[in-house]
């Protein structure tokens, strides 16, 4: 059962193969087992979970269930959770319970859905390493001496080492990607809009985007059709007719076009993945689809233009943590300034404290139309690239990340090595477009590849049933990671 | 040396919505502290903003009203400043890209009517209040009024003086109240302004360097504060010094402004675009409803009633003061004749409106209905009652006993017109006052109205005084 896939659970629940609560305590006992070593939750709540497994056992008893009645799922510690508390992986917000619970989590309840527990994270999201979390490193499965990427580490851990068969995660600039890359999972970041943010702790508001992480495209799908929807507490949610995003599973390869652009295959990515992502590739040409070359000019700029507007949005989004009506304050403060400096010092780490101090910078007069405009000027060019290309191709495909997962502390004194990480996977949130990743090998020390597939907007179904194709062909997808066998 | 003042006013007028401006929290005046203050406005972790389209609507109308541009796209940006009644670190406001862009006021002044330009009135959100007193050396906050709606109305540098902004202040104040998005209530904040204020020598076109006073909270403070504030420069300019542009505090107790900081310590406000809001778009129709639903205005309204009535200016001016008065004027006089409504009218901006000054209301809470003034106004005209007569009615009426003719019959008071009964009553005087009657054949016209007041007296002032004029002539021969 704990190797089992959403669509398998459901299954099993749907014929009393197993309760609820069998299957919740099956992932708590694991997770009990492995996060001391993996740190891959903040907080688990055995109670909490069993209560909510029972409660879908009944629902089910008087045949009130749906699909994804009684399946576990690990939150991301970003989403707010009414009992639970959201810590964002900061210190600012370590002992924070909130009040209400955020738009997904109240969608995927409604779905019947187990919570297990709330995961790790880079610090307020910000991180691709998942070791700028106050709670410590989370460590990849596949080799504990590895990062597992950042920001949604925690969620991608979960999934990989089988604490849990799904998780949420959230995307600004690859944080459902990037780790699902690096730890042999999928993860979907949907287009901006598609899932509510309401609830959701925001960094850079107008690229976050909630999305789910699992070990299949199906269930991915599953997921979707339950966290997307229109929210009128969230003015940036589309109005849109619901629609089955696992619709298109069983998709016609054949007379696709799959656009490959040049610039997610020049100079910095290792040769073991483009070795990985081009086989993916060739199969899907045997399977009929078409290659088509197309060009991305603008998406060398997309790093710097990411590193301009989402430390300008953090630095005001994370003004309101401040000491005054709730998270950490400084203790025995002279005046109102020393209260504000020496929280805020003391509740952000050293990434969230760069981000902020870059953001402040590029807003402040003077520098505002260098840099903020200028950004959101480069910013809808990117958008036009990519609605120049989808005239040529169905969907665009490359590698997720540039390398495999690397050892621990490796990156953490280079930021600009860091955020070179997220290269191929920052242009989509910049022009608000879906994209997925799915793996697609190994390398030679046995980490996992991502292969990224990124759509037009809307075209989710269209994303996860290329996907499903893929992993119908391999098994990439079903391999246990080596440090967390079953 | 001659000096011309030069005033500018920024005015926040509250929107007259029942929730907040970007949450479903009340905005009701006088909750206990943070009993309105919802998960948005607390501003919890994840929380996020939705416009209250009734303060759009709010904001359209006061456009309509000035005449002003009602952009179709406008934009929310974040105003970013530390301060522990403000929630998020930021205030959501407009800035580049505003609601409502120029139009004019007209200002009714001594020299004749002037319009004063406005540069823009943009939406924004309320701060919450810090609370210094009670805590034992710390502060409370309460968040109640934090997300209400604000319209920031800021004028050109039009104004000449203490006394024109005041003027100005006081007409926006009347029209924002009259087409009924802003209650006016000064003290509870639903109307504030600040003045930038400058001097220059008269001739000069160059405007001085300015400084921003605040915290006005009623039209007298303004008054002072500009009158000292410019005179403050008057006097440093003329010592040969340099005004230094500056934010100055108002101090009512100590009637000065101070300086609370300077250009340099001005905060940079990062201003940007609010990337949880769109952009608001406004399509031709909304505005259209919104226009076709608008009230007469009171400067047509001023203009209409003053002439349809050859009243004069300062009298049409009372009868419109506010929507509610000249309701209640036009109401009042309804199918009357000129006499009637010249009566009525004089009625009102006298006798009316003396007493509502005295007792601190406005006509909407008259005691008085235009149907019980206009049965007054109906027996002064037919001689039933002498201008003090009626005054005695009116008294009655605003203590609560009833009509002007049930007061009439309850107290007597029916004025004597009777010849034959005036007549009895003046020999009656006659006969009892020798002495004042000698006085009078002698030349004393003091004795004539000492007379007169005998009469009265007698009557209990219900005798027409014309009549016991004309009489106690004839008699004295």
Not at chain 2, 24 to 47: K, R
Not at chain 2, 305 to 334: K, N, V
Not at chain 2, 412 to 430: F, N, P, R, Y
Not at chain 2, 437 to 454: H, I, M, P, T
Request: charged share 25%; proline share 5%; aromatic share 8%.
């Amino acid at each position: 059962m704990l190797n089992a896939t959403v669509a398998e659970l459901s299954s099993a629940l749907a014929a009393r193969r197993i309760s609820s609560v069998e299957l919740a305590q099956l992932f708590l006992d694991r997770i009990e087992r492995l996060n001391g070593v993996l740190n891959a939750f903040i907080t688990v709540d055995a109670e909490h979970t069993l209560k909510e497994a029972r409660r879908a056992d009944a629902s089910r008893a008087r045949q009130d269930a749906g699909p994804l009645t009684g399946i576990p799922i690990a939150h991301k510690d970003i989403y707010c959770t009414r009992g639970l508390r959201t810590t964002c992986g900061s210190r600012m917000l370590a002992n924070f319970v909130s009040p209400y619970d955020a738009r997904v989590i109240e969608r995927l309840a409604e779905a019947g859905m187990v919570t297990l527990g709330k995961t790790n994270m880079d610090e307020f999201a910000m991180g691709s390493s998942n070791e700028t979390s106050y709670f410590g490193p989370v460590r990849n499965a596949w080799s504990a001496a590895c990062v597992p990427g950042g920001s949604s580490g925690g969620s991608a851990v979960a999934v990989s080492a089988r604490m849990a068969p799904a998780a949420t995660g959230t995307d600004t600039g690859g944080s459902i990607r990037q780790p699902a890359a690096l730890t042999g999972i999928c993860g979907l970041k949907p287009t901006y809009g598609l899932v509510s943010r309401y609830g959701m702790i925001a960094f850079a508001s107008s690229l976050d985007q909630g999305g789910p992480m699992a070990r299949t495209a199906q269930d991915l799908a599953l997921l979707l059709n339950a966290m997307a929807g229109f929210d009128n507490r969230d003015s940036t949610s589309v109005e849109r007719a619901p629609e089955d995003y696992s619709r298109m599973l069983e998709l016609d390869l054949a007379g696709l076009r799959i656009g490959v652009p040049a610039e997610f295959f020049g100079e910095g990515l290792d040769a073991a993945v483009r070795k990985q992502v081009e086989g993916a590739m060739r199969w899907y040409g045997e399977q009929g689809a078409r290659m088509v070359p197309v060009r991305l000019p603008n998406a060398g700029l997309a790093l710097p233009v990411y590193y301009v507007l989402a430390p300008a949005e953090a630095s005001s989004n994370l003004a309101r943590y401040d000491g005054v009506r709730y998270g950490h304050r400084a203790q025995d403060c002279a005046d109102l300034l020393d209260m504000y400096v020496r929280t805020r010092t003391e509740g952000f780490g050293e990434e969230v404290k760069r981000r902020i101090l870059v953001g402040t910078y590029v807003l402040s007069h003077g520098y505002y139309d260098a840099y903020y405009l200028q950004a959101q000027k480069l910013r809808r060019l990117i958008a036009r690239d990519f609605a120049a290309a989808y005239h040529d191709c169905d969907l665009i495909m490359g590698p997720t990340a540039p390398t495999t997962a690397f050892a621990l502390g490796a990156k953490m004194d280079d930021p600009v090595q860091m955020y070179l990480n997220d290269i191929y996977t920052i242009p989509a949130p910049l022009a608000g477009l879906p994209a997925l990743s799915i793996p697609c090998g190994f390398d030679a020390k046995g980490l996992p590849v991502g292969l990224q597939l990124t759509g037009n907007y809307f075209s989710e179904a269209l994303l996860l049933g290329m996907a499903h194709r893929y992993q119908q062909a391999s098994d990439w997808h079903l391999r246990v990671p080596a440090e967390t066998p079953l | 040396m001659n000096w011309e003042i030069v005033v500018g006013l920024e005015t926040h007028a509250q929107l007259r919505t029942r929730s907040k401006i970007f949450s479903g929290a009340s905005t009701a005046f006088g909750a206990a502290p943070n009993a309105q203050a919802c998960a948005v406005d607390v501003a919890l972790p994840g929380v996020l903003p939705v416009l209250n389209v009734a303060a759009v609507e709010l904001a359209i109308r006061f456009g309509l009203a000035v005449g002003a541009t009602i952009n179709r796209s406008s934009v929310f940006a974040r105003k970013n400043y530390f301060y522990p009644d403000l929630p998020k670190g930021y205030q959501i406001s407009q800035y580049e890209r505003p609601i409502v862009q120029g139009g004019a006021v007209p200002v009714a002044l001594p020299e004749g009517e002037k319009r004063v330009a406005l540069t823009r009135a943009h939406l924004e959100e309320d701060a919450g209040k810090s609370l210094h007193e009670d805590f034992h050396g710390m502060s409370g906050i309460d968040l109640n009024r934090a997300g209400t709606p604000l319209l920031e109305i800021v004028s050109e540098p039009d104004l000449r003086g203490a006394k024109e902004a005041v003027a100005y202040a006081r007409a926006l104040h009347a029209l924002v109240v009259w087409i009924g998005v802003c209650d006016g209530n000064m003290q509870e904040g639903s109307f504030r302004c600040d003045a930038n204020v400058s001097v220059r020598r008269v001739g000069e076109t160059a405007y001085g360097t300015r400084c921003e006073i605040k915290n006005l909270n009623s039209f007298r403070f303004m008054e002072r504060a500009i009158e000292y504030e410019a005179r403050r420069q008057i006097g440093v300019l003329e010592d040969g010094g340099r005004i230094d542009q500056e934010t100055r505090l108002y101090d009512p107790e100590r009637d000065e402004t101070r300086s609370m900081r300077s250009k340099e310590e001005a905060h940079d406000y990062r201003y940007f675009p609010d990337p949880d809001l769109l952009p608001l778009m406004l399509g031709a129709a909304d505005i259209e409803r919104i226009r076709a639903a608008m009230p007469e205005l009171p400067a047509e309204r001023r203009k209409r009633i003053g002439e349809a009535f050859a009243l004069p200016a300062p009298t049409a001016a009372i009868l419109t003061s506010s929507r509610q008065m000249a309701d209640y004027f036009e109401a009042a006089i309804a199918g009357a004749d000129p006499e009637t409504v010249r009566q009525t009218a004089n009625w009102i901006a006298g006798s009316t409106s003396a007493k509502l000054n005295e007792r601190g209301i406005g006509i909407e809470d008259c005691p008085v209905d235009p149907a019980q003034l206009r049965g007054l106004i109906g027996r002064l005209t037919d001689g039933t009652l002498s201008a003090k007569l009626a005054r005695e009615v009116d008294d009655a009426m605003w203590a609560g006993e009833g009509s002007a003719d049930e007061i009439i019959a309850k107290r007597g008071l029916k004025q004597i017109s009777d010849a034959g009964a005036l007549e009895k009553a003046v020999d009656e005087v006659l006969a009892a006052n020798p002495r004042q009657v000698e006085d009078y054949r002698a030349g004393k016209q003091k004795a004539f109205n000492s007379l007169v007041g005998q009469v009265m007296k007698a009557t209990r002032g219900k005798a027409n005084p014309t009549q016991v004029n004309a009489i106690l002539r004839r008699k004295l021969g």
